[in-house]
């Protein structure tokens, strides 16, 4: 917040952003950005993420609790058999494909048309089960649509996650790569009413459909100022390229006044939880999977000189380590190409922004703020 907007805040009350005002109250998720904490459904982040299913974190979110055997069956069946995308849906994924548009875009477009052959009539959950299961249809069928090659239809038995990367790549991924991809899926499922969110409350606040709700958090999302650019922090690794050159990089990035990718929250003035949890998750994730340790070694050293020269050079910022800097790492460990990242991660906030639309409906309440005019009086 600049000097002006907190003279002006002072003065009249008007909060630029809606900088701390409270809009909603939910049991979704709590961030506590000084401590570093991150609530999922009430448990701490930690204790839940690489342990549960992301059906299992789904049902969380929309029921107020884990479910038992019996119910996370029965979701998990419900959402296998609504992944299939109408053959229109296919046909729009192949024309956005034909003009080589983003990843991000083209899921936009394509999620805009998932009533296509829905029923209105159906339950709300129903619904959102719907939507929710289509989503990874749509990027992995518009991913290879994209690199000329042929969608590869769901597969029935298995999980979401699982599922995701079958049809990305054709091939069924490893334990190691499925627990790697939930715990991914888990940590960054909601995260209090952020921009996305926020989108998502205000539209189905007037009593819309969720699809509406969806494409709106989807619009939200791809804007750089929220979806966040995880790709650039593993870039910046990759050019360092050996640890021995890591301070003198980092060093020569902070000189020029550039930004470390990876580094710094908005919210979380501490090592934001979210890249604790996915560095352990990629640590196993590479171990199980034979994966590049030699990577995930470099990763660690650029994350601790990163963390202190920071301190140098920014004293009393602390600056830590955020999400988006083990997302990188995670994600490429999987195979999955940068474009991929910010597509991968509305896969999982999807559920968030769902469960966010249930919250607000129940309160039969418009979102109606107020603005004030700055603007001049005229007489004609």
């Given at each position: 917040?600049?000097?002006?907007?907190?003279?002006?805040?002072?003065?009249?009350?008007?909060?630029?952003?809606?900088?701390?005002?409270?809009?909603?109250?939910?049991?979704?998720?709590?961030?506590?950005?000084?401590?570093?904490?991150?609530?999922?459904?009430?448990?701490?982040?930690?204790?839940?993420?690489?342990?549960?299913?992301?059906?299992?974190?789904?049902?969380?979110?929309?029921?107020?609790?884990?479910?038992?055997?019996?119910?996370?069956?029965?979701?998990?069946?419900?959402?296998?058999?609504?992944?299939?995308?109408?053959?229109?849906?296919?046909?729009?994924?192949?024309?956005?494909?034909?003009?080589?548009?983003?990843?991000?875009?083209?899921?936009?477009?394509?999620?805009?048309?998932?009533?296509?052959?829905?029923?209105?009539?159906?339950?709300k959950e129903t619904q959102a089960a719907?939507?929710?299961?289509?989503?990874?249809?749509?990027?992995?069928?518009?991913?290879?649509?994209?690199?000329?090659?042929?969608?590869?239809?769901?597969?029935?038995?298995?999980?979401?996650?699982?599922?995701?990367?079958?049809?990305?790549?054709?091939?069924?991924?490893?334990?190691?790569?499925?627990?790697?991809?939930?715990?991914?899926?888990?940590?960054?499922?909601?995260?209090?009413?952020?921009?996305?969110?926020?989108?998502?409350?205000?539209?189905?606040?007037?009593?819309?459909?969720?699809?509406?709700?969806?494409?709106?958090?989807?619009?939200?999302?791809?804007?750089?100022?929220?979806?966040?650019?995880?790709?650039?922090?593993?870039?910046?690794?990759?050019?360092?390229?050996?640890?021995?050159?890591?301070?003198?990089?980092?060093?020569?990035?902070?000189?020029?006044?550039?930004?470390?990718?990876?580094?710094?929250?908005?919210?979380?003035?501490?090592?934001?939880?979210?890249?604790?949890?996915?560095?352990?998750?990629?640590?196993?994730?590479?171990?199980?999977?034979?994966?590049?340790?030699?990577?995930?070694?470099?990763?660690?050293?650029?994350?601790?000189?990163?963390?202190?020269?920071?301190?140098e050079y920014k004293p009393g910022r602390?600056?830590?380590?955020?999400?988006?800097?083990?997302?990188?790492?995670?994600?490429?460990?999987?195979?999955?190409?940068?474009?991929?990242?910010?597509?991968?991660?509305?896969?999982?906030?999807?559920?968030?922004?769902?469960?966010?639309?249930?919250?607000?409906?129940?309160?039969?309440?418009?979102?109606r703020p107020q603005s004030r005019y700055?603007?001049?009086?005229?007489?004609?």
């Amino acid at each position: 917040m600049t000097i002006t907007e907190k003279v002006v805040e002072t003065q009249n009350g008007f909060k630029p952003g809606l900088e701390g005002v409270v809009a909603a109250e939910t049991r979704l998720s709590h961030v506590d950005g000084q401590k570093g904490e991150l609530l999922i459904g009430g448990y701490p982040l930690a204790e839940l993420a690489s342990d549960v299913t992301f059906e299992e974190t789904v049902l969380l979110l929309w029921h107020g609790a884990l479910p038992n055997q019996q119910e996370l069956a029965a979701f998990r069946q419900q959402v296998a058999t609504l992944r299939t995308l109408p053959t229109a849906i296919v046909d729009l994924l192949a024309a956005a494909a034909q003009q080589r548009i983003p990843t991000m875009t083209a899921l936009r477009m394509a999620a805009g048309t998932l009533d296509l052959d829905s029923d209105p009539r159906e339950e709300k959950e129903t619904q959102a089960a719907r939507l929710l299961a289509r989503l990874p249809t749509i990027v992995a069928t518009y991913w290879r649509l994209l690199h000329g090659q042929a969608p590869i239809a769901p597969d029935s038995a298995l999980d979401h996650a699982a599922n995701y990367l079958y049809m990305l790549t054709g091939e069924r991924p490893t334990q190691a790569q499925v627990r790697g991809l939930e715990t991914y899926l888990n940590t960054v499922v909601d995260h209090g009413l952020n921009a996305s969110t926020f989108a998502a409350r205000v539209i189905i606040a007037t009593d819309t459909d969720l699809t509406s709700a969806l494409v709106g958090a989807l619009g939200a999302l791809k804007g750089p100022l929220h979806g966040g650019a995880p790709g650039p922090a593993l870039d910046m690794v990759f050019e360092i390229g050996e640890a021995v050159r890591a301070d003198a990089y980092l060093r020569a990035k902070l000189e020029r006044g550039e930004r470390l990718m990876g580094f710094g929250h908005r919210v979380y003035k501490v090592r934001d939880p979210r890249a604790e949890v996915l560095s352990q998750a990629a640590e196993q994730m590479f171990r199980a999977g034979g994966g590049d340790m030699a990577l995930y070694t470099l990763v660690k050293t650029v994350e601790q000189t990163a963390v202190a020269l920071l301190a140098e050079y920014k004293p009393g910022r602390n600056l830590q380590t955020n999400v988006e800097f083990y997302t990188a790492l995670l994600l490429h460990g999987l195979g999955l190409d940068t474009d991929l990242f910010t597509p991968t991660f509305a896969i999982s906030r999807a559920a968030g922004w769902l469960a966010h639309c249930f919250e607000q409906q129940a309160t039969g309440r418009l979102i109606r703020p107020q603005s004030r005019y700055v603007g001049p009086i005229r007489h004609r």
